[in-house]
């Protein structure tokens, strides 16, 4: 059987520095295409990666290969999918899946009616403390709260994309927020939610000359939010409490998810666990987990093997949609306030 | 001119252990009366401190005090209250100021027609962090976001009427929770709220033999909140993201207030502030704050003071009424899910 | 039914500090009798601890209680505990259970005839992290190598007669590390032991003007073992790695017992456990563990609960006995060096 | 006067990450010839290392060579070694000397029969601590008890013939366990043993699918230890209590080696010191000690001296002698159970 | 012989906390007398120290006892001190010895002219650490360079007289830093000064308002130093760099005294020692020093054998004459700027 | 506009490792000179940072140079930079400035007289610390005490020029300390200084054998200091505490400046602010800076700037005399005890 052939559209950062790579580290496959809108990008990159077909325009490529990875601006992922499904091809998309649920939508319907597979890029799944924290989850026992907190003390990314709206939809929520949004909902083990609620600011990355460890910024054009926070009910009667920012009066960044559940509690980083027994009050730790810590790999190939139908999807596309429609929300509650 | 003459209503472990040592600690008051339900126990804190009345019935008290104390359980706050007021006599009354925000309302009319002082116990207001940080609000510039976390790991009090739903009208929120909640609002600024979400948990409580550090008690009459979760919007954009519990499998317990605001942020315990100056991230800390840090003798010296006319008083009954129909909006949205 | 009277036999430190007081402490028993060979000290502690009778003669105190406490020098536990038996009383008698193992069996075999309790006060036992890590026993599965070190740097107990080897028997070993010695037999389950080697030292105490920081005693009568090591191994196969002492040029004080098993691994003091789970490396500690962590009112109360035929011993006398022929056996391999 | 020649004999990882780079590192010796049983391994090393002769029978060699490094599975050494000497070649031979006291014995008859210099790679002895502490050791005057542990937690080696009895003759002592067991007798000064007794285990590897942090192996397969306690008594009446795993359920690894002496003890790992002086305790340590950190390069020209005659060998082969014979001792006294 | 008879003149604060307690410990001396100015004081610490005379003119009080303890202001200690040596009393007088170092020295020929006992209390020198230190001196060899720092964070003493030039001669230094210094010079091995050059400030305390952490104080009247830097170098060739405060603006508090020297270094709080030896850099700490450490009951105590003829002074008053020497000296260097 | 022209005078250590590649990191300037007395090193540095024009005599350079960095030893400092001021080359010369502080005078005088720039390399202003503490200074207020401490323990640099007193006019003082004694003045607002007292030692490095970790010299040849302190008076009544070695017996090295002022403190290694506001003592530090921490770069834009007319230097040769004024005035008066 021959080798599976994956092109890139978009080959940006997180191309160059996570999928190809991944993708390159394995046996069963070979990334035979890039696209990219910038010509000389994708230039540049296959001869860095000793990539043989290049095309500016990414329908071009559907022919030639078996699957495609999407990296371009969020604004672009649902029409490329689409395409990109209909015309045959296996599709592991960016996050977010799209700038709105009702595109999620369509492209999770373009899957199915294709038969092709959709995986989109929610990466810290594939984390090794994500995938240990998932087992912990049957000594949990049902969740009733999740803390979900994702923050950046003043580093608005000054590079790319990241503060335009109509290219990306959002900013801190759109961008960083919604990773540790999935990781959290998979964990609980992607119940469906019932009622959002949510604010989003933007008052520090308005100001002009705001200290910035990431770069500078025009904070005239600045239109995206900076600081998100949001309450969720699910149907199982647990509440999750997210806050995600890029640029807040904190004391430090802050990566974190925690769940307490009827049986015990887990926080993710670092991998701790909460119980009872014995009539004693027990904290546990991972003191080391086996495997290889690159979620990229692990991701590239679940892919693969979802592809090669040897796997099921870890990051489904329905669950995917989930998390477009959350953020929807948040973004539609913070607006009606 | 003659001292304040003081009565307490109610002698449990708050009275003993807190109003009584306080307004003794002082020379223009006296108390000099004590009422309560079980006749022994009022007996017995009267020898005990020295008190020279005793009322079985605590309507016959208000002709001998200028002031009284009330300790009761939640149910009767506002029954006694009205009644004092209406007697001429000045209320200072524990927290939750009554069982609904109904009740609350009352009791506010009350004072104000009577033209009497009424004080609620909202002593973590009095911490010496507490009046620190409520200075250094003027350097937190308009708040954006707020967190309040008052977390105890499977401490259900095992004494009193904590239990009891139909005498203290809830559980976590309504007894500790509230305090930390009306402390964040008041470091707020007293914002309206316009907003609010919420829910209950009592899963761990209701499990049979749970290991507690705070005694034991009996699963199966327990019927109110050991664990509640609640989002909270106000009217200038501010969001504050609650989360209270008697009993959460959690790492530890923590009692947390922070706010993030445009210029600043800070939290109270211990007293930090963040922001940004010349170029720099500084991180700031309380090394050392002038006074006493006994907050129930602070407490009953402001109300002397506002008794006397010397001074406003720091815990308005307005105020304390917004923290009761929040916590009524919650568990009626808990209700509602 | 009345109170079970209790005679106390030798009324010195370990008397007053632990065994009254803890018997004292319940309703259902009396301290109805105190005997010493030093006639002023049992009349003062009986005034002390308000106790009606004492006998200079410790067979006179017999008739008159049900049980004793027998807490004289070494020597002379096993003349004692079998006079008290064949007398009809119980006998709570204080760690090492006798000089020998020969007396030990006579002990034990006086208890067997007379069908009355005996009890050894390894109290060590009964400690929280002890009882709770007999419970975690379960998951370390089958013990393979067991550490115990039972250290002080430079801690020679200068007072009573601590350091008299015809009294004692021995110094560090018999005072000391008997009890964590004890305390990981049990935890390993009371296997008999197969081998014993060992060696002795008392070089630092014997020179002149060595620093202790327990008070001043004399180098030159000095004549029992400050150091001691040995080597234990058991027939189901398991090897016990043995370190006590009084006087060491070690870092710090030691007090260690750890048990690696099949199945896990546990340390006592932290109360710690170590396995594998999940593809997983395991730590957990105890963060709190219920009950009163005052192993000598744990003592006493299965002590009384034996005695009133409503419980086992924890501390049985045949696993003291044990324990006796393991520091005999220690002490013969030591000399035959 | 001509640079020595060295070959090397068994170019495994050991020769290339420690050896070769050694020697090579030096101006008056030269690696001139690599011999293997693996023909390609050794024309690979020869390439890497710039190395000019090759053979693929080591007897071969030993008329082109002054000197040869013996890096062969354990069960070679004795074969080897007595080979090269009475080739009238200088031999440095990896740790443990040879599988069998006997064996080591011969070798050592050879050394002394053919006066060429037998050197043993214990290489501990040759880190900056061991250097350092050897002259501690003057302070501690004459050593009592010595604790050595080495222990890692699942790490079984999973490459090479380390699992392999009949070619290692053992697992973890024989392998790991020898070299601090080697540095503590030498720091103790090379005391003769008089008694010796072990327990050897390896249920944890035997076990399916335990979890491994150094790769896999063969559960079924594997027959030497992975956990192993011994006691020693030498004839100066000191004692050492010895424990070494791969494989056990413990917090964490440990490499340790502490001796308490008559005037003071130490340990290697951190490098410490504890006395008494001045009526006070006092502990030291190590701030900066001159020199590389490099054992294998220490080693290596400690060797040269000595075939130049220009030092003694730090490590004798009467020292490593007794090592294996203590090794011997302890698995007898394991098999005898 | 009976027992030695001591007054007491000035029953402030430093005479009930310290002197008093530590003579009365003592069975070979008894406090037979007080004298303050303040009568009714004086009737106080009679009654509650059991003291059989009172005078209120220190004069009378002479032929009455053997000995004397002076704790009036620093401007009475010389007056005092040479009427009672005159009056055959020995004397023991608070630091510093006196305002001036002229009066110092009349003090020093009053004492050795009535043959008298005349000892001054730098307690310093009597703390455990301190005594080790002194020890440890012959480890660190000829001293180069001490550093003296005896800081406090906005600590200004509220209380007493300790801010009144005209009766205490200056404030930070002459209050505090002199136990240091005294210390520093002791250590050193009591080499003459040579020269000494100072700077003294109070901006801090001169302003209105200051936060202070010890009472409030009056700005106005506040006429001492509360910061003063100083340099004294020693015939020796040794420099001393020494700062002293009440009040500054820096981290925190900070007491330490260290000393450089030729063979070693070493710091008092904690206490460590510093060298080189065997091409090691070596730091040490005391683990434990024997002894009680209570200052002031050594002092008292070496006074007492000091009277009796039993030992000699710790603190002779030629010592402390040049500290108040290098006090003056300071006092000047900074008025000259 | 064409690019300056700089040519390198000394290309040692710190012209290789600091200021070549920091002038090589900028667009609007060009390296195209190298001057060494060694050719053979002026040579090979050429090769390696690709410099064109080499010359043995620096007279020979000027014409073909705008500007030069001057990297000799500190005794060609005075000459070699008043040569190439009256050649019309801008000078940005090593510190310190000179021998002698005649000699910086007359350096001085040649740039006032030329006008052209003259910067001396005093880099720890540079600094991110240094150059935010420079800020932070407005909340200092007026300076009351400073201490400077740059100390190493035995790491006296045992290559280049370093302990030879004609070439270098000094030991730790004037290489080392220097740095951290021009940075507290600068911070401080460069007050005159009036008043300097200091001591010198070099006990240590003129021992034989003594440990040092930073390489060997010759103890016998050694002549400069290796341990100074001293004490600086300023016009407005602030004094500074200064001490530096390279070898000294402490605990370990230290590089600190902390200035004490009217209305605050700070600490630059780490950042540090204390202060007193609302009742509070409170301590900040920064928690991120802006900028590059890349202070010879820095600093050589700095120079570029001032020698294109866009930027005043950071580093004033007014000020650097003034150090090298107080250096020469500790050395004196040393000199003098």
């Given at each position: 059987m021959s080798d599976l052939k994956i092109g890139i559209i978009g080959v940006g950062g997180i191309a160059q520095g996570r999928h190809i790579p991944?993708?390159?580290?394995?046996?069963?496959?070979?990334?035979?295409?890039?696209?990219?809108?910038?010509?000389?990008?994708?230039?540049?990159?296959?001869?860095?990666?000793?990539?043989?077909?290049?095309?500016?325009?990414?329908?071009d490529m559907f022919q030639h290969v078996d699957a495609v990875v999407i990296c371009t601006p969020n604004k672009f992922h649902a029409e490329i999918t689409i395409a990109a499904l209909e015309a045959g091809v296996h599709v592991l998309c960016e996050k977010p899946m799209a700038l709105t649920a009702e595109e999620c939508e369509a492209m999770l319907e373009a899957s199915k009616r294709t038969n092709k597979v959709l995986a989109i890029a929610y990466?810290?799944?594939?984390?090794?403390?994500?995938?240990?924290?998932?087992?912990?989850?049957?000594?949990v026992g049902t969740p009733?709260?999740?803390?979900?907190?994702?923050?950046?003390?003043?580093?608005?990314?000054?590079?790319?994309?990241?503060?335009?709206?109509?290219?990306q939809g959002g900013g801190s929520l759109i961008d960083y927020g919604c990773h540790l949004l999935?990781?959290?909902?998979?964990?609980?083990?992607?119940?469906?939610?019932?009622?959002?609620?949510?604010?989003?600011?933007?008052?520090?990355?308005?100001?002009?000359?705001?200290?910035?460890?990431?770069?500078?910024?025009?904070?005239?054009?600045?239109?995206?939010?900076?600081?998100?926070?949001?309450?969720?009910?699910?149907?199982?009667?647990?509440?999750?409490l997210l806050e995600t920012s890029w640029a807040a009066n904190i004391l430090d960044d802050e990566e974190h998810v925690s769940i307490s559940g009827v049986d015990g509690g887990l926080s993710v980083f670092p991998l701790e666990f909460y119980a009872a027994k014995d009539d004693?009050?027990?904290?546990?730790?991972?003191?080391?987990?086996?495997?290889?810590?690159?979620p990229g790999l692990s991701q590239a190939r679940n892919f693969l093997d979802a592809c090669l139908g040897k796997a099921e999807l870890v990051v489904k596309p329905e669950e995917a949609l989930q998390v477009s429609q959350i953020i929807d929300e948040i973004y539609q509650s913070a607006e009606s306030k």
């Open positions: 991944a993708f390159q580290g394995f046996e069963d496959c070979v990334i035979s295409a890039v696209s990219d809108v910038n010509k000389d990008r994708a230039q540049e990159a296959a001869e860095k990666f000793n990539i043989k077909m290049i095309f500016e325009n990414y329908q990466h810290y799944r594939f984390m090794k403390n994500s995938q240990a924290a998932k087992k912990m989850m049957r000594d009733l709260v999740t803390r979900v907190r994702a923050l950046r003390r003043r580093k608005v990314p000054g590079w790319g994309v990241f503060t335009n709206k109509s290219l999935d990781l959290a909902i998979w964990l609980m083990g992607s119940p469906k939610y019932v009622e959002v609620n949510g604010s989003t600011y933007n008052a520090l990355s308005k100001q002009p000359n705001s200290v910035n460890q990431w770069g500078s910024f025009d904070h005239e054009t600045f239109n995206v939010d900076d600081h998100v926070t949001a309450y969720i009910k699910f149907e199982n009667g647990a509440s999750l004693m009050l027990i904290n546990s730790q991972a003191a080391w987990i086996s495997g290889e810590d690159d």
